[in-house]
Nanobody, 124 residues
Framework: QLQLVESGGGLVQPGGSLRLSCVASGSTLRNFAVGWFRQAPGKEREAVSC????????VYVDSMKGRFTIAREPAKKTVVMQMNSLKPEDTAIYYC?????????????????WGQGTQVTVSS
């Protein structure tokens, strides 16, 4: 049974950077797409980025393009997301999730395996 664990969140000043990691266990990620989502207090969970493990194709939400970069490290069964130029509005709990298809999807309901989340706070 595939399990996901996120890490790398924390407190950072506006303009700073963080690198989130999502480590899988219990199964290979080869035939999965892995997405990052975030949820701020009082808001719905929203898609951030996604990567297809088998071919490395990526999808980004427009507001994150150029600031966030998702990448896969298949040998480590890890998906990372580098976040640069962080803004206070990026503050949220960030989750990684996997779906048993090679294509990405933007709807949270399309993913059936979720990590516990990692808190990202951008504040001066």
């Amino acid at each position: 049974q595939l399990q996901l664990v996120e890490s790398g969140g924390g407190l950072v000043q506006p303009g700073g950077s963080l690198r989130l990691s999502c480590v899988a266990s219990g199964s290979t990620l080869r035939n999965f797409a892995v997405g990052w989502f975030r949820q701020a207090p009082g808001k719905e969970r929203e898609a951030v980025s996604c990567i297809s493990i088998i071919d490395g194709s990526t999808v980004y939400v427009d507001s994150m393009k150029g600031r966030f970069t998702i990448a896969r490290e298949p040998a480590k069964k890890t998906v990372v997301m580098q976040m640069n130029s962080l803004k206070p509005e990026d503050t949220a709990i960030y989750y990684c999730a996997a779906r048993g298809y090679t294509m990405c999807a933007r709807v949270p309901e399309s993913y059936d395996r979720w990590g516990q989340g990692t808190q990202v706070t951008v504040s001066s």
